[in-house]
């Protein structure tokens, strides 16, 4: 099996690699960048793979192709990738909210990758914050039914590629040597700071990133009408993405009624603990693969309550972008018979 990787040389194209090495199915990898990453190398399974410079010729023999090159290429070029013949698995924004294009968390909703040959042949890959927020959120709607969520992000500079951990970088070091920071990619400083909004604001007060979290997370969970209330938070973070989250039930439950749905479901990790040391944070998740929650709770002194409250941290360049990506490969190339 052939797999494209455009947008090979960035933080999202790396991390699939990476995901694509450690994989157990039998692939075979054509990393593809822009013209300035022409001739850089990748390593892959032991040995060092040429990258070239992007062009349709080069994955017409494909059999996926993994995106993440950004919106703008993706819009340009995702369908004619798809025309020749790979399935396409898109990162960006581009395609998230087409009706003819699948919006896809394995664990969630596999169910609506079936057919995709007979529609565009592109699945499109959710926004990293509505990954791990679906994962729990999922579980929960299964035993007991959701009607509201309240969620607060605090997402790393690696959400911004390799820009936004760059400028984090500069801004500490230059703080340490008693320099004003200079922000090019946000608006102020981020280093030792937090920016409340993330991306464009639009009349009503919502950020596109708010956007994205609830209008994603309402078409994954087939609820259009679910109530959705999202502050996204930009954090002096360079890896892993953290939400706060409050939801509100189709039923009142006991406190381990709920953790034991949380601890059984698949994709998830629970760390069921009173000792803060051992919470899932950014230095402790960054690099794994999963979706890690802790700090299950009921609305203070209740015994029994429609309302819970939860952590939920995952790493963005892994579950939140490369790979889930990678997992919905992984599914569509099991059901096809692909030998691993």
């Given at each position: 099996m052939k797999v494209a990787v455009i947008g090979a040389t960035g933080a999202v194209g790396r991390e699939m690699i990476a995901d694509l090495d450690e994989s157990n199915l039998d692939l075979e990898i054509v990393p593809l960048a822009s013209a300035r990453s022409d001739g850089a190398v990748v390593e892959f399974r032991g040995r060092q793979v040429k990258v070239r410079a992007f062009s349709l010729s080069h994955v017409k023999d494909c059999d996926f192709a993994l995106l993440s090159a950004g919106g703008d290429f993706s819009r340009m070029n995702a369908m004619a990738i798809a025309k020749l013949g790979p399935v396409v698995i898109d990162n960006s924004s581009a395609w998230r909210m087409d009706p003819d294009v699948p919006l896809v968390v394995p664990e969630v909703n596999p169910g609506d990758m079936t057919g995709v040959h007979r529609k565009k042949g592109i699945?499109?890959?959710?926004?990293?914050?509505?990954?791990?927020?679906?994962?729990?959120?999922?579980?929960?709607?299964?035993?007991?039914?959701?009607?509201?969520?309240?969620?607060?992000?605090?997402?790393?500079?690696?959400?911004?590629?390799?820009?936004?951990?760059?400028?984090?970088?500069?801004?500490?070091?230059?703080?340490?040597?008693?320099?004003?920071?200079?922000?090019?990619?946000?608006?102020?400083?981020?280093?030792?700071?937090?920016?409340?909004?993330?991306d464009k604001i639009d009349s009503h007060g919502h950020c596109f990133e708010e956007e994205k979290v609830i209008r994603e997370t309402r078409r994954i969970l087939g609820m259009p009408h679910l109530e959705v209330f999202a502050t996204t938070v930009r954090t002096p973070t360079f890896h892993c993405h953290g939400e706060a989250v409050s939801v509100r039930l189709g039923r009142k439950v006991k406190l381990e009624e709920a953790k034991s749905v949380i601890r059984d479901s698949e994709g998830i990790n629970f760390v069921d603990t009173d000792d803060v040391g051992e919470m899932p944070s950014p230095r402790k998740v960054a690099g794994d693969r999963g979706v890690w929650v802790s700090r299950v709770r009921l609305p203070l002194d209740t015994e029994d309550s429609d309302w819970l409250q939860f952590w939920v941290i995952a790493d963005n360049l892994k579950k939140g972008a490369a790979t889930n990506a990678v997992q919905i490969l992984e599914h569509l190339a099991t059901a096809a018979g692909v030998r691993k």
């Open positions: 699945i499109a890959n959710p926004n990293c914050s509505t990954i791990q927020l679906v994962v729990p959120l999922s579980a929960l709607k299964a035993k007991f039914g959701i009607s509201q969520v309240h969620v607060a992000t605090y997402q790393s500079v690696s959400g911004t590629g390799q820009k936004g951990i760059a400028e984090l970088a500069q801004q500490v070091q230059g703080h340490f040597n008693f320099k004003e920071p200079a922000p090019r990619v946000y608006r102020q400083p981020v280093a030792f700071n937090l920016l409340p909004a993330i």
